[in-house]
Every structure is written in structure tokens, then in C-alpha cells.
């Protein structure tokens, strides 16, 4: 089941809970807006190439779209409408008031120079900047791109504009980013989980972890489970694997990944084979790296107690309903790697304020919101006597919903 069609059953699924009218949830199910653009650019060697940009404008009931650009050789309109729907329900889960939106450019970053990702940016920002803005679209950085990325888009932007800081988030600090952004997402995993093994009378010190992905968000995690009194035993990327029951000295796997773009030859640990790495026993696995990796095929060889979605739709529903039958609890992905959306609404308010926080500020907010929308969401598991999934959709869905109606959809 692609990312799309597993997002919209989510939705569906949700919709019937709430007993919504099925023409409001036909119309909460189409994008508000869906743009696709040529980008042609001059090479480094003089030669000429083009490539699709895409963005998708989901749903702006509740405030500004909002949503990640990311780059990458895969990126195709089924997964950005995907992605873009999750965005909608993600800001509603976390409160924040904004409504969903995706983006992504097809094309290998690894493969283009600096000077080639810049121009890509730049005439992919040229053809978008009248449907972006401060209050109708804010693009933030996603798989492939980063702060660099964003003030690129910024600084085209602000060619036509003025000088716009608020058009996107996850820039550079120097450019109005916000303290704290980097970790936003890791942080924001860590105090979901948090939150779930308490309600369980636990806490991180003593679980052990298990964390596909050592990107921003897996090794920010990482390091900040580990700083809590957490074990974490196992940690893949694309370069490999590796495992040491007695746990993982992250600092120093940070370090090595740095110098060597990747966990591969770590002797911290032993290799294991990375395609294992979800079957791995544990107490809390997360992945936090690609959708689609828990699916029929793996989901009865899960040895774990507690799965935190950091990645987007990383679950088939297939396995959901397995893992589910096995007893493990899943915290979804619209709620556990929220973080790093509401950090970006934190830079959002801070640069049209014209005021910065401190990065104490940023993080307790952080808590405070995390911690928040974890209640709000067994508030709904506990009045629709669902389970922890349907309780975030049906949470994030009913706001949406409600601000449609309040502002008039049958107007």
C-alpha cells in the first residue's frame, strides 16, 4: 500500500469515528491546491537539465500551509499528497495554528554541486513565490535539503517580496532562525516517549532502544535518550549497522559518522546486517528514517514493546493491525516526530514578533506542547475507544474539521 492510499484509510477511518458528513470529509480529503513546475538550470559543465518541482497545498482551514521541501531522486506527486495530508493533521495534533503542505524537487542532491543546488533552488523558488508566503504557505527544510536550502528560498523570495524571514523556517540562525531547530525533532521524539512509557510507569533510564536512521532526527534522538539514562543498543543508516547489547557510545558514533559519512566501521559495536536492524529486540524501537519499513513482511519478527514513529508513515497498515494483535504500542508519526513543525511555528512567531527567544524558552515550550497534545490525543483513544493511531487522526481530523465548518464551508 503506497504512502497516499495508507494515509487516506487513516483519514477515512478517522472520519467514520467522528461521524463526519461525507461531504465535508470528501472535501477535507482533496487538496486545496496541487502545483507542478519545470526547473531548468545550467549545469557546472555548461550543459542544460531539468527537473520537476511539486508542491502540494492540502488544507489552510486552520492557518498557513505548512511543510517540508525535500530533494530526492524518489520524490513523486502520490507521496507529496501523502505527505502533505499528513501535515494537515500533524499541526492540528500538535495545536499549532497552521493548516499542511509538501514539497520536493525530483533530483539526486548527492549528484549536484553547491553552485548546481542553488540555482535549482533559486528558479524552483521563481516559480513558486506567488503561492508561498508569511501567511498563505511556509516551507521549512525536509529530506535533501537544510538551513542553506532555506535561505536560498528566502533570499529569492525576498527579490520579489522584501525582505520576508517568515517565509520559511529552519533557516540559519544569522537569518532568524530559531535556537534549538536542529535538535527540534529528536527532542521533540524524546519527550513523546517520554510522556508514553509514564503512562506505562516508566521512564527512558534502563529502556533499551533501537533507532533505524542517524540523520538529524535519529541521532539527535540518540544523543538526547542517552543523555536521559537510556541504552541504545542498535543504530543503522544507509552505510550500514551496528550493535552493542551494552550500549552505543553515541558521542563518540556522532563523531565517527561525521568523519566518515557514516556509521560503517564504527568499532564501538559489532556489524549486523541493516536490513535486521527492526527485528532487533528492545524495549522502544524508532524509526526514523524512511516511510514504509514496517510492513506484512517484518511486522511479526518485531521484537519490541514500544514503537515511536520519528519517520513519516513508516507503518503499513497491514502491520498495524499485527503489531497491534502482539500488543505493541505504537505512538503514530503525526504526534511523535512533531517536534521539529513546532519549533518552525516557535521561528515563525519569533520572526514576525521581530523577537528572539532563548534556546531554555524554545525547549520548555517545546515540552509544554509535546506533552500537551499527548493528552489531548488519549482524550480522544479514551472517548472513541481506539487505539493510540486513531486517537491522534481523529484529534487532528476534528480540529480541522471544526475550523472548516466555523468558517463557513457551506457557504
Not at 487513516?10 to 467514520?16: D, L, M, V
Not at 470528501?26 to 557546472?44: Q, W
Not at 555548461?46 to 511539486?54: E, K, P, R
Not at 482551514?61 to 513523486?76: L, S
Amino acid at each position: 500500500m503506497n504512502a497516499l492510499a495508507a494515509t487516506s484509510r487513516n483519514f477515512k477511518q478517522a472520519a467514520k469515528l467522528l461521524a463526519l458528513d461525507s461531504k465535508l470529509e470528501k472535501s477535507l480529503l482533496i487538496p486545496f491546491r496541487e502545483i507542478k513546475v519545470e526547473c531548468t538550470i545550467p549545469k557546472d559543465d555548461g550543459t542544460l537539465a531539468s527537473y520537476v518541482g511539486f508542491r502540494v497545498q492540502h488544507d489552510n482551514a486552520r492557518g498557513p500551509m505548512k511543510g517540508g521541501i525535500r530533494y530526492h531522486h524518489e520524490v513523486e506527486p502520490d507521496e507529496v499528497n501523502a505527505l502533505a495530508q499528513l501535515m494537515t493533521w500533524k499541526t492540528a495534533v500538535a495545536n499549532i495554528p497552521y493548516g499542511g503542505a509538501k514539497g520536493g524537487i525530483g533530483c539526486n542532491p548527492g549528484e549536484l554541486s553547491i553552485s548546481e543546488l542553488e540555482r535549482l533552488t533559486r528558479v524552483f523558488t521563481q516559480k513558486i513565490h506567488d503561492l508561498i508566503g508569511i501567511h498563505t504557505d511556509v516551507p521549512a527544510p525536509d529530506m535533501g535539503t537544510n538551513s542553506q536550502t532555506m535561505a536560498w528560498i528566502l533570499d529569492e523570495y525576498s527579490k520579489f517580496h522584501g525582505y520576508s524571514p517568515a517565509v520559511v523556517t529552519g533557516k540559519p540562525v544569522d537569518l532568524g532562525g530559531s535556537l534549538g531547530r536542529d535538535a527540534a525533532t529528536g527532542r521533540g521524539v524524546l519527550f513523546a516517549t517520554e510522556a508514553l512509557l509514564a503512562e506505562h510507569g516508566k521512564g527512558i533510564a534502563g529502556q533499551r532502544f533501537v533507532i533505524q536512521g542517524f540523520g538529524n532526527v535519529g541521532s539527535w534522538a540518540a544523543q538526547l535518550i542517552t543523555e536521559a539514562g537510556g541504552k541504545v543498543i542498535a543504530i543503522s543508516d544507509v552505510t550500514g549497522a551496528v550493535k552493542n547489547v551494552n550500549g552505543l557510545d553515541i558521542a563518540q558514533l556522532v563523531k565517527h559518522s561525521a568523519q566518515n559519512r557514516g556509521i560503517k566501521g564504527f568499532n564501538g559495536g559489532d556489524a549486523i546486517d541493516p536490513n535486521s536492524l527492526l527485528t532487533e529486540e528492545c524495549d522502544v524501537l524508532i524509526p526514523a528514517a524512511l516511510g514504509g519499513v514496517i510492513n506484512k513482511d517484518n511486522a511479526n519478527d518485531i521484537k519490541t514493546k514500544y514503537i515511536i514513529e520519528a519517520a513519516n508513515h513508516p507503518t503499513d497498515p497491514e502491520a498495524d493491525e499485527i503489531l497491534s494483535k502482539k500488543g505493541v504500542l505504537i505512538l503514530p508519526d503525526i504526534l511523535a516526530n512533531s517536534g521539529g513543525v513546532t519549533v518552525s511555528y516557535f521561528e515563525w512567531v519569533q520572526n514576525i514578533q521581530g523577537f528572539m527567544w532563548n534556546e531554555e524558552k524554545v525547549n520548555a515550550e517545546l515540552r509544554t506542547y509535546m506533552t500537551r497534545a499527548f493528552g489531548d490525543m488519549k482524550q480522544m483513544c479514551r472517548s472513541h475507544n481506539c487505539d493510540l493511531r486513531m486517537g491522534a487522526f481523529t484529534l487532528g481530523v476534528n480540529r480541522v474539521a471544526r475550523a472548516t465548518v466555523l468558517r463557513g464551508w457551506e457557504a
